[in-house]
């Protein structure tokens, strides 16, 4: 079965950086786009970041596109959020997800399984 698993998630100062890791097991991802999922205390789970299959084409959210960036290494069964310059507003936990197509998409009901979350939490 797919099992999504997310890491590299704390505390960190507003200004800093934090890259976090979604590794799968059970399945290999070379023909599945992922994406990124946030959701902070009170608010709707928001779209980060998608990649489709090959990594060749990602989509950010227009409000972190000019901090976060994305990307995937098929060969390790892992996608990567890279996180600079975080603000409290990124306050939340972080998921992934796998949608069973090849093509990235910024809607939470396009994917088909979840990973467990990663907290992250930026301090002022």
């Known amino acids: 079965q797919v099992q999504l698993v997310e890491s590299g998630g704390g505390l960190v100062q507003s200004g800093g950086s934090l890259r976090l890791s979604c590794t799968s097991s059970?399945?290999?991802?070379?023909?599945?786009?992922l994406g990124w999922f946030r959701q902070a205390p009170g608010k709707e789970r928001e779209f980060v970041a998608s990649i489709n299959f090959s990594g060749r084409i990602t989509y950010v959210a227009s409000s972190m596109n000019d901090r976060f960036t994305i990307s995937r290494d098929n060969a390790k069964n892992t996608i990567y959020l890279q996180m600079n310059n975080l603000n409290p507003e990124d306050t939340a936990i972080y998921y992934c997800a796998l949608r069973n197509s090849g093509n990235y998409n910024r809607n939470a009901e396009a994917y088909d399984y979840w990973g467990q979350g990663t907290q992250v939490t930026v301090s002022s």
């Open positions: 059970g399945q290999t991802l070379g023909s599945y786009a």
